[in-house]
Protein backbone atom coordinates (compact mmCIF):
# COMPACT_ATOMS: atom_id res chain seq x y z
CA UNK A 1 0.00 0.00 0.00
CA UNK A 2 2.73 2.76 0.93
CA UNK A 3 4.61 1.50 -2.28
CA UNK A 4 1.80 2.29 -4.70
CA UNK A 5 1.26 5.95 -2.55
CA UNK A 6 5.10 6.54 -2.92
CA UNK A 7 4.80 5.94 -6.32
CA UNK A 8 1.50 8.05 -6.94
CA UNK A 9 3.79 10.55 -5.03
CA UNK A 10 6.36 10.95 -7.71
CA UNK A 11 3.98 11.00 -10.14
CA UNK A 12 2.04 13.95 -9.56
CA UNK A 13 5.85 15.64 -8.96
CA UNK A 14 6.46 14.87 -11.81
CA UNK A 15 3.57 16.24 -13.84
CA UNK A 16 3.50 19.35 -11.38
CA UNK A 17 7.19 19.94 -13.33
CA UNK A 18 5.75 19.53 -16.45
CA UNK A 19 1.79 21.16 -16.32
CA UNK A 20 3.83 24.39 -15.45
CA UNK A 21 6.34 23.80 -18.26
CA UNK A 22 3.30 23.46 -20.58
CA UNK A 23 1.57 25.90 -19.39
CA UNK A 24 4.11 28.58 -19.56
CA UNK A 25 5.61 27.65 -23.12
CA UNK A 26 2.84 26.25 -25.01
CA UNK A 27 -0.75 26.51 -23.69
CA UNK A 28 -1.05 30.43 -25.53
CA UNK A 29 0.06 28.72 -29.00
CA UNK A 30 -1.96 27.79 -31.89
CA UNK A 31 -0.55 24.50 -32.75
CA UNK A 32 -3.41 22.80 -31.58
CA UNK A 33 -2.70 19.25 -32.50
CA UNK A 34 0.81 19.69 -31.58
CA UNK A 35 -0.55 20.67 -28.03
CA UNK A 36 -2.58 17.95 -27.55
CA UNK A 37 0.18 15.32 -28.08
CA UNK A 38 2.05 16.87 -26.08
CA UNK A 39 -0.27 16.85 -23.14
CA UNK A 40 -0.80 13.19 -23.86
CA UNK A 41 2.88 12.73 -23.60
CA UNK A 42 3.04 14.57 -20.02
CA UNK A 43 0.61 12.15 -18.85
CA UNK A 44 2.99 9.29 -20.32
CA UNK A 45 6.08 10.67 -18.74
CA UNK A 46 4.32 11.13 -15.32
CA UNK A 47 3.46 7.67 -15.27
CA UNK A 48 7.04 6.34 -16.64
CA UNK A 49 9.30 8.56 -15.28
CA UNK A 50 9.01 7.72 -11.32
CA UNK A 51 10.28 4.50 -12.09
CA UNK A 52 13.55 5.82 -13.41
CA UNK A 53 14.26 7.21 -9.95
CA UNK A 54 15.72 4.41 -8.01
CA UNK A 55 18.59 4.11 -10.72
CA UNK A 56 19.65 7.90 -10.54
CA UNK A 57 22.87 8.46 -8.20
CA UNK A 58 23.90 11.89 -7.31
CA UNK A 59 26.97 12.07 -5.52
CA UNK A 60 25.81 14.25 -2.63
CA UNK A 61 28.31 13.61 0.64
CA UNK A 62 27.04 10.22 2.64
CA UNK A 63 24.78 10.58 5.63
CA UNK A 64 23.63 7.48 7.75
CA UNK A 65 20.21 6.33 8.19
CA UNK A 66 20.38 5.30 12.31
CA UNK A 67 18.11 2.85 13.36
CA UNK A 68 17.87 2.35 17.35
CA UNK A 69 16.56 -0.24 19.10
CA UNK A 70 15.73 -1.45 22.26
CA UNK A 71 18.31 -3.03 24.71
CA UNK A 72 19.20 -6.23 23.33
CA UNK A 73 21.84 -7.28 26.04
CA UNK A 74 20.08 -6.20 28.89
CA UNK A 75 17.04 -8.32 27.49
CA UNK A 76 14.63 -8.10 29.71
CA UNK A 77 12.22 -4.60 30.65
CA UNK A 78 9.39 -4.37 33.05
CA UNK A 79 6.29 -4.81 31.21
CA UNK A 80 4.26 -2.23 33.45
CA UNK A 81 6.79 0.11 31.82
CA UNK A 82 6.13 -0.66 28.45
CA UNK A 83 2.30 -1.29 28.79
CA UNK A 84 2.24 2.95 30.91
CA UNK A 85 4.49 4.17 27.31
CA UNK A 86 2.06 6.00 25.34
CA UNK A 87 1.74 4.44 21.49
CA UNK A 88 3.51 7.13 19.46
CA UNK A 89 1.22 7.82 16.56
CA UNK A 90 2.13 6.66 13.16
CA UNK A 91 1.05 9.82 10.83
CA UNK A 92 2.69 8.50 7.29
CA UNK A 93 0.17 5.38 7.90
CA UNK A 94 -2.53 8.38 8.50
CA UNK A 95 -1.62 9.77 5.60
CA UNK A 96 -1.99 6.72 3.58
CA UNK A 97 -5.19 5.76 4.44
CA UNK A 98 -6.08 9.55 3.96
CA UNK A 99 -5.43 9.08 0.52
CA UNK A 100 -6.89 5.62 -0.06
CA UNK A 101 -10.19 7.19 1.29
CA UNK A 102 -9.74 10.25 -1.16
CA UNK A 103 -9.61 7.54 -4.25
CA UNK A 104 -12.83 6.15 -3.11
CA UNK A 105 -15.02 9.18 -2.98
CA UNK A 106 -13.23 10.64 -6.01
CA UNK A 107 -13.85 7.36 -8.20
CA UNK A 108 -17.09 7.23 -6.54
CA UNK A 109 -18.46 11.02 -8.22
CA UNK A 110 -16.87 9.49 -11.65
CA UNK A 111 -19.03 6.46 -11.06
CA UNK A 112 -22.08 8.29 -10.44
CA UNK A 113 -20.89 10.83 -13.72
CA UNK A 114 -20.95 7.41 -16.28
CA UNK A 115 -23.84 6.34 -14.93
CA UNK A 116 -25.47 9.47 -15.40
CA UNK A 117 -24.36 9.75 -19.08
CA UNK A 118 -25.69 6.29 -19.37
CA UNK A 119 -28.85 7.20 -18.29
CA UNK A 120 -29.18 9.75 -20.68
CA UNK A 121 -28.21 7.98 -23.67
CA UNK A 122 -30.03 4.91 -23.00
CA UNK A 123 -33.57 7.41 -22.31
CA UNK A 124 -32.83 9.41 -25.21
CA UNK A 125 -34.51 8.46 -29.02
CA UNK A 126 -31.93 6.84 -30.90
CA UNK A 127 -31.52 7.28 -34.83
CA UNK A 128 -28.80 5.15 -36.27
CA UNK A 129 -26.68 7.63 -39.33
CA UNK A 130 -24.56 6.81 -40.97
CA UNK A 131 -20.90 5.85 -38.90
CA UNK A 132 -22.13 7.10 -35.72
CA UNK A 133 -25.87 7.11 -33.38
CA UNK A 134 -27.90 10.52 -32.80
CA UNK A 135 -29.40 10.51 -29.38
CA UNK A 136 -32.30 12.98 -28.90
CA UNK A 137 -32.63 13.25 -24.94
CA UNK A 138 -34.23 16.60 -23.11
CA UNK A 139 -32.28 15.43 -20.25
CA UNK A 140 -28.73 15.99 -21.59
CA UNK A 141 -27.10 19.43 -20.25
CA UNK A 142 -25.91 20.65 -23.66
CA UNK A 143 -24.36 18.47 -26.68
CA UNK A 144 -22.08 16.20 -26.15
CA UNK A 145 -19.97 13.30 -28.22
CA UNK A 146 -18.87 10.16 -26.40
CA UNK A 147 -18.16 6.62 -28.18
CA UNK A 148 -20.25 6.98 -31.09
CA UNK A 149 -23.07 8.46 -29.67
CA UNK A 150 -23.81 12.13 -30.62
CA UNK A 151 -26.68 13.53 -27.58
CA UNK A 152 -28.48 16.52 -28.78
CA UNK A 153 -31.17 18.26 -27.17
CA UNK A 154 -34.77 18.99 -29.26
CA UNK A 155 -33.51 22.78 -28.61
CA UNK A 156 -30.24 22.00 -30.90
CA UNK A 157 -32.70 21.17 -33.37
CA UNK A 158 -32.67 24.55 -35.21
CA UNK A 159 -30.56 26.45 -38.12
CA UNK A 160 -27.29 25.52 -35.57
CA UNK A 161 -28.42 22.01 -36.12
CA UNK A 162 -25.58 21.64 -39.21
CA UNK A 163 -22.85 22.90 -37.19
CA UNK A 164 -23.36 22.09 -33.53
CA UNK A 165 -23.72 18.64 -35.38
CA UNK A 166 -20.28 18.99 -36.91
CA UNK A 167 -19.25 19.97 -33.95
CA UNK A 168 -19.27 16.80 -31.80
CA UNK A 169 -18.40 14.49 -34.99
CA UNK A 170 -15.19 15.75 -35.61
CA UNK A 171 -14.49 15.29 -31.60
CA UNK A 172 -15.58 11.68 -32.52
CA UNK A 173 -13.30 11.35 -35.72
CA UNK A 174 -10.37 12.71 -33.35
CA UNK A 175 -11.02 10.18 -31.20
CA UNK A 176 -11.00 13.26 -28.34
CA UNK A 177 -12.96 10.79 -25.74
CA UNK A 178 -10.24 8.65 -25.77
CA UNK A 179 -7.85 11.19 -24.33
CA UNK A 180 -10.20 11.96 -21.36
CA UNK A 181 -10.30 8.24 -20.18
CA UNK A 182 -6.20 8.56 -18.91
CA UNK A 183 -7.17 11.77 -17.63
CA UNK A 184 -9.62 11.39 -15.33
CA UNK A 185 -8.02 7.89 -14.02
CA UNK A 186 -4.89 10.49 -13.13
CA UNK A 187 -7.54 12.52 -11.55
CA UNK A 188 -8.80 10.15 -9.51
CA UNK A 189 -5.57 8.18 -8.38
CA UNK A 190 -3.56 11.97 -7.59
CA UNK A 191 -6.82 13.74 -6.62
CA UNK A 192 -4.63 15.69 -3.85
CA UNK A 193 -2.71 17.13 -7.00
CA UNK A 194 -3.67 20.21 -8.61
CA UNK A 195 -2.29 19.94 -11.57
CA UNK A 196 -3.72 16.80 -12.62
CA UNK A 197 -6.54 18.43 -12.41
CA UNK A 198 -5.57 21.81 -14.07
CA UNK A 199 -4.09 19.50 -16.78
CA UNK A 200 -7.24 17.75 -17.66
CA UNK A 201 -9.04 21.33 -17.64
CA UNK A 202 -5.86 22.34 -20.35
CA UNK A 203 -6.72 18.41 -22.58
CA UNK A 204 -10.76 19.79 -22.97
CA UNK A 205 -9.41 23.03 -23.66
CA UNK A 206 -7.53 21.86 -26.66
CA UNK A 207 -10.14 19.69 -28.07
CA UNK A 208 -12.54 22.49 -28.34
CA UNK A 209 -9.42 24.97 -29.79
CA UNK A 210 -8.78 22.18 -32.40
CA UNK A 211 -12.60 21.17 -33.08
CA UNK A 212 -13.27 24.94 -33.39
CA UNK A 213 -10.22 25.44 -35.82
CA UNK A 214 -11.57 23.03 -38.05
CA UNK A 215 -15.74 23.85 -38.11
CA UNK A 216 -15.31 27.47 -38.21
CA UNK A 217 -13.56 27.68 -41.41
CA UNK A 218 -16.19 28.03 -43.75
CA UNK A 219 -18.27 31.03 -41.58
CA UNK A 220 -16.41 32.42 -38.43
CA UNK A 221 -19.03 34.61 -37.56
CA UNK A 222 -22.02 32.15 -37.98
CA UNK A 223 -19.57 29.29 -35.65
CA UNK A 224 -19.20 32.08 -33.42
CA UNK A 225 -22.84 33.20 -33.12
CA UNK A 226 -23.77 28.82 -32.48
CA UNK A 227 -21.35 28.73 -29.74
CA UNK A 228 -23.09 31.79 -28.01
CA UNK A 229 -26.27 30.24 -28.24
CA UNK A 230 -25.29 27.03 -26.84
CA UNK A 231 -22.58 27.74 -24.69
CA UNK A 232 -25.69 28.36 -21.47
CA UNK A 233 -26.37 25.51 -19.22
CA UNK A 234 -23.25 22.80 -17.56
CA UNK A 235 -21.88 20.66 -19.52
CA UNK A 236 -20.83 16.77 -18.77
CA UNK A 237 -17.39 16.21 -16.50
CA UNK A 238 -17.37 12.36 -17.20
CA UNK A 239 -15.22 11.00 -20.42
CA UNK A 240 -17.63 12.98 -22.31
CA UNK A 241 -16.61 15.97 -24.64
CA UNK A 242 -19.31 18.78 -24.56
CA UNK A 243 -19.85 21.83 -27.09
CA UNK A 244 -20.52 23.96 -23.88
CA UNK A 245 -17.30 22.78 -21.95
CA UNK A 246 -15.17 25.79 -22.41
CA UNK A 247 -15.55 29.12 -21.44
CA UNK A 248 -17.18 30.85 -25.00
CA UNK A 249 -14.95 33.81 -24.46
CA UNK A 250 -11.67 31.69 -24.20
CA UNK A 251 -12.84 29.82 -27.16
CA UNK A 252 -13.37 32.51 -29.44
CA UNK A 253 -10.65 34.67 -28.39
CA UNK A 254 -8.28 31.60 -29.52
CA UNK A 255 -10.02 31.46 -32.90
CA UNK A 256 -9.23 35.32 -33.17
CA UNK A 257 -5.74 34.76 -32.35
CA UNK A 258 -3.46 35.00 -34.58
CA UNK A 259 -1.64 32.19 -36.09
CA UNK A 260 1.69 31.18 -34.06
CA UNK A 261 5.13 31.08 -36.23
CA UNK A 262 6.30 27.92 -37.00
CA UNK A 263 9.48 28.31 -35.20
CA UNK A 264 7.23 28.48 -31.69
CA UNK A 265 7.35 24.74 -31.97
CA UNK A 266 10.72 24.61 -31.01
CA UNK A 267 9.67 25.43 -27.61
CA UNK A 268 8.42 21.58 -26.93
CA UNK A 269 11.84 20.96 -26.77
CA UNK A 270 12.15 22.52 -23.29
CA UNK A 271 10.25 19.46 -22.02
CA UNK A 272 12.61 16.67 -22.01
CA UNK A 273 15.28 19.17 -19.90
CA UNK A 274 12.22 19.91 -17.73
CA UNK A 275 11.20 16.45 -17.46
CA UNK A 276 15.09 15.73 -16.27
CA UNK A 277 14.90 18.31 -13.49
CA UNK A 278 11.60 16.78 -12.01
CA UNK A 279 13.72 13.66 -11.67
CA UNK A 280 16.68 15.33 -10.35
CA UNK A 281 14.49 16.96 -7.75
CA UNK A 282 13.05 13.10 -6.65
CA UNK A 283 16.23 12.44 -6.15
CA UNK A 284 17.23 15.09 -3.45
CA UNK A 285 17.63 13.47 -0.14
CA UNK A 286 14.11 15.38 1.65
CA UNK A 287 12.70 13.76 -1.34
CA UNK A 288 14.20 10.23 -0.98
CA UNK A 289 13.48 10.44 2.77
CA UNK A 290 9.48 11.55 2.38
CA UNK A 291 9.23 8.52 0.01
CA UNK A 292 10.52 5.94 1.81
CA UNK A 293 8.83 7.19 5.22
CA UNK A 294 5.79 6.74 2.74
CA UNK A 295 6.66 3.55 1.15
CA UNK A 296 7.13 1.83 4.55
CA UNK A 297 3.83 3.67 6.24
CA UNK A 298 1.76 0.57 6.60
CA UNK A 299 -1.68 0.92 8.28
CA UNK A 300 -1.55 -2.09 10.89
CA UNK A 301 -3.31 -2.15 14.53
CA UNK A 302 -1.06 -1.62 17.53
CA UNK A 303 -0.38 -4.58 19.37
CA UNK A 304 1.02 -5.99 23.00
CA UNK A 305 4.22 -7.73 22.44
CA UNK A 306 3.45 -10.00 25.16
CA UNK A 307 5.63 -12.86 25.53
CA UNK A 308 4.95 -15.25 29.06
CA UNK A 309 6.68 -18.03 27.73
CA UNK A 310 9.93 -18.67 29.85
CA UNK A 311 11.38 -20.91 27.02
CA UNK A 312 11.20 -17.81 24.41
CA UNK A 313 12.86 -15.76 26.79
CA UNK A 314 15.63 -18.56 27.57
CA UNK A 315 16.56 -19.06 24.14
CA UNK A 316 16.37 -15.25 22.68
CA UNK A 317 18.80 -14.04 25.08
CA UNK A 318 20.71 -16.98 24.87
CA UNK A 319 20.95 -16.94 20.98
CA UNK A 320 21.90 -13.18 20.99
CA UNK A 321 24.53 -14.20 23.29
CA UNK A 322 26.12 -17.03 21.32
CA UNK A 323 26.27 -15.15 18.31
CA UNK A 324 27.79 -12.09 19.31
CA UNK A 325 31.30 -11.80 18.76
CA UNK A 326 32.72 -9.03 21.44
CA UNK A 327 36.09 -7.94 21.65
CA UNK A 328 38.78 -8.51 24.29
CA UNK A 329 37.76 -5.45 26.82
CA UNK A 330 34.00 -6.84 26.98
CA UNK A 331 33.05 -9.34 29.05
CA UNK A 332 33.54 -13.01 27.97
CA UNK A 333 30.78 -15.40 26.85
CA UNK A 334 32.50 -17.93 29.20
CA UNK A 335 32.72 -15.81 32.37
CA UNK A 336 29.65 -14.85 34.45
CA UNK A 337 27.15 -13.01 32.34
CA UNK A 338 24.15 -12.96 34.49
CA UNK A 339 20.36 -12.70 33.15
CA UNK A 340 18.85 -9.91 34.67
CA UNK A 341 16.68 -11.15 37.69
CA UNK A 342 12.70 -11.01 37.01
CA UNK A 343 10.42 -9.36 39.60
CA UNK A 344 6.47 -10.04 40.01
CA UNK A 345 6.37 -8.28 37.00
CA UNK A 346 4.97 -9.76 34.08
CA UNK A 347 8.21 -9.60 31.62
CA UNK A 348 8.10 -9.06 27.93
CA UNK A 349 11.41 -9.50 25.60
CA UNK A 350 12.69 -6.80 23.53
CA UNK A 351 12.91 -6.86 20.15
CA UNK A 352 15.59 -5.32 18.02
CA UNK A 353 14.86 -4.02 14.50
CA UNK A 354 14.99 -6.46 11.80
CA UNK A 355 18.07 -7.38 10.56
CA UNK A 356 19.35 -10.08 7.54
CA UNK A 357 20.37 -12.45 10.47
CA UNK A 358 17.12 -11.79 12.59
CA UNK A 359 14.94 -12.62 9.16
CA UNK A 360 16.33 -16.13 8.74
CA UNK A 361 13.62 -18.29 9.92
CA UNK A 362 13.89 -19.57 13.54
CA UNK A 363 13.92 -23.11 12.31
CA UNK A 364 17.36 -22.77 10.64
CA UNK A 365 18.70 -20.91 14.05
CA UNK A 366 17.55 -23.91 15.98
CA UNK A 367 19.25 -26.71 13.91
CA UNK A 368 22.85 -25.37 13.95
CA UNK A 369 22.70 -24.89 17.72
CA UNK A 370 22.16 -27.24 20.23
CA UNK A 371 22.04 -25.88 23.70
CA UNK A 372 22.57 -27.14 26.65
CA UNK A 373 21.02 -26.83 29.80
CA UNK A 374 21.93 -26.90 32.81
CA UNK A 375 20.15 -25.90 36.18
CA UNK A 376 21.65 -25.76 39.35
CA UNK A 377 24.83 -27.42 38.34
CA UNK A 378 22.84 -30.12 36.80
CA UNK A 379 22.10 -31.37 33.33
CA UNK A 380 18.45 -30.38 32.64
CA UNK A 381 16.93 -33.05 30.00
CA UNK A 382 13.16 -31.18 30.96
CA UNK A 383 10.96 -28.52 28.85
CA UNK A 384 12.04 -24.58 29.65
CA UNK A 385 9.05 -23.94 29.41
CA UNK A 386 8.33 -25.74 32.76
CA UNK A 387 11.20 -23.48 34.54
CA UNK A 388 8.95 -20.91 36.53
CA UNK A 389 11.19 -17.36 35.61
CA UNK A 390 10.38 -16.20 38.86
CA UNK A 391 12.75 -18.58 40.21
CA UNK A 392 15.51 -17.38 38.38
CA UNK A 393 17.90 -15.64 39.86
CA UNK A 394 21.03 -15.29 36.72
CA UNK A 395 21.82 -17.75 33.56
CA UNK A 396 25.22 -17.62 32.75
CA UNK A 397 25.99 -18.72 28.96
CA UNK A 398 29.22 -20.87 28.41
CA UNK A 399 30.60 -20.89 24.64
CA UNK A 400 34.11 -22.17 24.90
CA UNK A 401 33.83 -25.21 26.73
CA UNK A 402 35.49 -28.12 24.94
CA UNK A 403 32.39 -30.43 26.10
CA UNK A 404 30.20 -28.46 24.55
CA UNK A 405 30.80 -27.23 21.62
CA UNK A 406 27.91 -25.88 20.67
CA UNK A 407 27.14 -23.72 24.20
CA UNK A 408 25.74 -24.68 27.19
CA UNK A 409 23.16 -22.26 29.03
CA UNK A 410 23.75 -22.37 32.94
CA UNK A 411 20.92 -21.78 35.08
CA UNK A 412 20.93 -20.69 38.50
CA UNK A 413 17.69 -20.77 40.84
CA UNK A 414 17.30 -19.13 43.77
CA UNK A 415 15.92 -15.89 45.22
CA UNK A 416 17.74 -13.20 43.83
CA UNK A 417 19.53 -10.55 46.28
CA UNK A 418 21.83 -7.19 45.26
CA UNK A 419 24.63 -9.23 44.33
CA UNK A 420 23.77 -10.92 41.82
CA UNK A 421 22.54 -8.25 39.83
CA UNK A 422 25.89 -6.02 40.48
CA UNK A 423 28.98 -6.46 38.51
CA UNK A 424 32.41 -5.88 40.44
CA UNK A 425 31.93 -2.02 40.17
CA UNK A 426 28.78 -2.18 41.78
CA UNK A 427 26.99 -1.30 38.67
CA UNK A 428 23.41 -2.72 38.76
CA UNK A 429 22.99 -5.09 35.67
CA UNK A 430 19.33 -5.53 36.58
CA UNK A 431 17.81 -2.99 38.46
CA UNK A 432 14.16 -3.65 39.72
CA UNK A 433 13.25 -0.51 37.17
CA UNK A 434 15.84 0.31 34.53
CA UNK A 435 16.84 3.55 33.03
CA UNK A 436 15.13 5.45 30.34
CA UNK A 437 15.68 7.97 28.45
CA UNK A 438 13.80 11.16 28.29
CA UNK A 439 10.97 11.38 26.52
CA UNK A 440 11.22 7.27 26.35
CA UNK A 441 12.85 5.38 23.30
CA UNK A 442 10.81 7.31 20.55
CA UNK A 443 12.92 10.66 21.32
CA UNK A 444 16.02 8.79 22.00
CA UNK A 445 15.78 7.52 18.35
CA UNK A 446 15.03 11.19 16.86
CA UNK A 447 17.96 12.02 19.07
CA UNK A 448 20.67 10.02 17.84
CA UNK A 449 19.20 10.57 13.87
CA UNK A 450 19.51 14.27 14.85
CA UNK A 451 23.65 14.16 15.91
CA UNK A 452 24.85 11.03 14.01
CA UNK A 453 27.38 11.97 11.17
CA UNK A 454 28.78 9.57 8.83
CA UNK A 455 32.06 9.25 9.80
CA UNK A 456 34.62 11.21 7.24
CA UNK A 457 36.64 8.28 5.24
CA UNK A 458 34.33 6.03 6.42
CA UNK A 459 33.88 2.79 4.02
CA UNK A 460 30.96 2.59 2.00
CA UNK A 461 29.25 -0.87 1.84
CA UNK A 462 26.13 -1.98 0.57
CA UNK A 463 25.53 -3.94 3.86
CA UNK A 464 24.99 -1.87 7.24
CA UNK A 465 26.94 -1.28 9.89
CA UNK A 466 26.01 -2.41 13.32
CA UNK A 467 27.47 -0.99 16.63
CA UNK A 468 26.44 -1.68 19.67
CA UNK A 469 27.82 0.39 22.65
CA UNK A 470 27.68 -0.28 26.34
CA UNK A 471 27.67 2.61 28.95
CA UNK A 472 26.65 3.05 32.36
CA UNK A 473 23.69 5.36 33.40
CA UNK A 474 25.13 7.00 36.70
CA UNK A 475 22.32 7.89 39.65
CA UNK A 476 22.38 11.20 38.69
CA UNK A 477 21.76 10.63 35.02
CA UNK A 478 25.08 11.12 33.11
CA UNK A 479 26.93 8.90 30.65
CA UNK A 480 30.38 7.08 31.76
CA UNK A 481 32.42 4.14 30.81
CA UNK A 482 30.97 4.17 27.04
CA UNK A 483 32.61 1.23 24.97
CA UNK A 484 31.57 -0.79 21.67
CA UNK A 485 30.66 -4.41 22.78
CA UNK A 486 31.32 -6.05 19.22
CA UNK A 487 33.92 -4.29 17.06
CA UNK A 488 32.68 -3.13 13.32
CA UNK A 489 35.20 -0.24 12.07
CA UNK A 490 37.23 2.06 13.97
CA UNK A 491 35.48 5.06 12.95
CA UNK A 492 31.84 3.61 13.26
CA UNK A 493 32.82 2.77 16.80
CA UNK A 494 34.10 6.36 17.58
CA UNK A 495 31.11 8.11 15.87
CA UNK A 496 28.75 5.36 18.22
CA UNK A 497 30.28 6.28 21.32
CA UNK A 498 30.77 10.15 20.33
CA UNK A 499 26.88 10.39 19.64
CA UNK A 500 26.50 7.99 22.63
CA UNK A 501 28.32 10.48 25.51
CA UNK A 502 26.16 13.06 24.07
CA UNK A 503 23.22 11.83 26.02
CA UNK A 504 24.70 12.38 29.18
CA UNK A 505 22.22 14.13 31.38
CA UNK A 506 19.22 13.43 29.58
CA UNK A 507 18.46 9.99 31.24
CA UNK A 508 16.32 9.26 34.11
CA UNK A 509 18.44 6.68 36.05
CA UNK A 510 17.66 3.22 37.33
CA UNK A 511 16.03 2.32 40.81
CA UNK A 512 16.51 -0.15 43.21
CA UNK A 513 14.17 -0.70 46.52
CA UNK A 514 12.96 3.22 45.71
CA UNK A 515 16.64 4.63 45.25
CA UNK A 516 18.28 5.81 41.92
CA UNK A 517 21.45 3.74 41.04
CA UNK A 518 24.06 3.85 38.45
CA UNK A 519 23.12 0.72 35.86
CA UNK A 520 24.44 -0.48 32.62
CA UNK A 521 22.71 0.01 29.12
CA UNK A 522 23.67 -1.46 25.67
CA UNK A 523 21.80 0.51 22.36
CA UNK A 524 22.55 -0.85 19.03
CA UNK A 525 23.25 1.41 15.99
CA UNK A 526 22.79 0.79 12.55
CA UNK A 527 24.64 2.85 10.10
CA UNK A 528 23.07 2.47 6.75
CA UNK A 529 24.52 3.87 3.41
CA UNK A 530 21.75 6.58 2.03
CA UNK A 531 22.04 6.11 -1.75
Known sequence: MGGFVAYIFQSAVVMTFLYLAYKWLLAPLTFHGMNRAVIISIYLMSWVLPVLVPFIHIGYPHSPEVMVELPVMQGIIMADDVQNAPAPINWWSILVCLYYIGVVLVALFSIVGIMQMVRIINGGEKIRRRGYIEVISDRAPGPFSWLNYVVLRKQDLDDGYDMVLEHELTHLRLCHWLDLIPAWITAVLQWFSPASWLLMRELRDVHEYEVDERVSKSNPTAY???LIRKTAGAGLPIFADSLNHSQIKKRITMMMTKKTSPMRRTAAIALPAVAALSLLTLSQPIFAEIIGNVRDALPSAVQDHKINDSASILQTVAQDALAADVDESAPKLNEDVALPATSESEVVTAQ?????????PKE?????????????????????????????????VVKNDPAYPD????????????????????????????????????????????????P??????????????????????????????????????????????LTSGHWIPAQYEGKTVASKFTIPITFKDKK
Do not use: C
Open 456 to 501: TGAPVSDKPVRAIVQFTVNADGTISDAKVMRKTNELFDNEAIRVVN
Open 364 to 396: EKKSSMQMHVFVDGKPYDGNLSDIDPKTIAKMD
Open 224 to 226: QLM
Open 352 to 360: PAVTEEAAK
Open 407 to 454: GKIMITTGPADESRIKDDNGVFTAPAKIADFKGGQEALMIFLGDNVKW
